[in-house]
């Protein structure tokens, strides 16, 4: 049966797959200031970040419209949907919207929406999983089940160079954000239920990549079935250095790295690194 994995434009692709005909992003759009980009192939990072570190704004983001979804349905008899976690984003919601609305014309697809509970690297090892089985010949209903019990053990964690973007969107005090500035203090965060969490810190970009390595270290499971994936956002040697730290550590699968899209551009900032494993 026909299938289609629908991402939305968080869900960051390797190459491979987004030539693989069963892959489709649906973008969402960002703004700065009274400037909407749309976060698709057009994307520019290295324009986007300038203007973002420009702006006295808080960069922000749109999520897809129900209709942009459902254009994104056609063609497959079985669709299944990757979103930003619900807790961050309105994606899922219009998501499901689409669902429901497609479902009410088209009654004999099949149609499942993933919220996340993550962004950028989480959502890749979602939507490979669910390739995965799609490759192992699962049927529809096996799929969602393999995928949900996968995405609620998926861990997320990250370290960004720049709380910028966190402070102008009021996700962190301001009086904290200019004491990690001034200090050079750089929390550790991870992915609980959809939201997000600082589990750690350290002084310095260098040691708290290896404070997050060392929580990748400590909480894995079953590391030889599992891939871990790294989105950089601008900073390729150090994803490299990552990816490298954890590599002598941990024994994973598949260790990859991909560039951020808009989207995770816009949370990320310039020299953020999004692990998922």
């Known amino acids: 049966m026909s299938y ?3 991402g939305d434009s968080c869900t960051e692709l390797p190459e491979e797959l987004r030539r693989d005909e069963h892959f489709c992003r649906v973008a969402l759009t960002l703004q700065i200031g009274e400037e909407m980009i749309p976060d698709d192939e057009s994307f520019d990072q290295k324009s986007f970040l300038k203007k973002m570190k420009e702006s006295s704004e808080a960069a922000r983001s749109a999520c897809p419209s129900p209709e942009a979804f459902m254009e994104a349905f056609e063609g497959a008899e079985e669709i299944y949907v990757i979103t930003l976690s619900s807790v961050l984003s309105g994606s899922y919601n219009s998501a499901e919207l689409a669902k429901a609305l497609y479902l ?18 989480g959502q890749t090892l979602i939507a490979m999983k669910i390739k995965e089985c799609k490759d192992a010949g699962m049927e529809f209903e096996e799929v969602v089940a393999c995928v949900n ?3 609620d053990n998926l861990k997320t964690k990250f370290v960004l160079e720049s709380l910028e973007n966190f402070r102008k969107n009021g996700r962190l005090n301001r009086k904290i954000a200019a004491l990690c500035s001034v200090l050079n203090i750089k929390p550790v965060m991870c992915g609980v239920d959809g939201d997000i969490e600082r589990i750690d810190q350290a002084r310095g970009m260098d040691r708290a990549i290896m404070k ?17 994936a790294i989105v950089h956002c601008n900073c390729f040697a150090r994803a490299e250095f990552v990816r490298k730290e954890i590599q002598k550590r941990v024994s994973f699968r598949k260790i ?16 953020g690194i999004v692990v998922a494993y």
């Open 149 to 151: 019990k996968f995405r």
């Open 4 to 6: 289609k994995i629908v």
């Open 104 to 121: 009410e014309k088209h009654p004999n697809k099949k149609i499942e929406v993933f919220d996340s509970k993550s962004a950028a690297s």
């Open 212 to 228: 997050m390595i060392k929580h990748i270290e400590e909480d894995v499971t079953n590391a030889k079935e599992r891939i871990c």
């Open 256 to 271: 990859m790295i991909l560039d951020a899209t808009g989207v995770s551009s816009l949370y990320a900032n310039e020299g």
